[in-house]
C-alpha cells in the first residue's frame, strides 16, 4: 500500500525534470523497395478482402453465452 502510495513520488524523484529538446530533421526521399510496396498496395487495395469469424462461447461460472471472435 504504501509503495502505490508514494510511486509517484518515487519516479518524480529519478525522471529528469525537463526533456532536452532535439532538433527534427526532414526526412528525404523513400527508397525504391518502399515505393514498390506503396504501388503495389494501392493497385490491389480494391481487391482485399476482411473475413471476420466469431464462435458462441458459454460462461464457466455464470453461464452466460456470448461471441468470441
Known sequence: MLLWQFLPAI???FSPREAAERTVMA???LAAD???TIE???KSRA???YITTAQLVRDVW???VFSVP
Open 27 to 29: 526526412r528525404g526521399d
Open 47 to 49: 481487391s482485399v478482402v
Open 40 to 42: 503495389l498496395f494501392e
Open 11 to 13: 519516479e518524480a524523484w
Open 62 to 64: 455464470t453461464r452466460n
Open 34 to 36: 518502399e515505393k514498390t
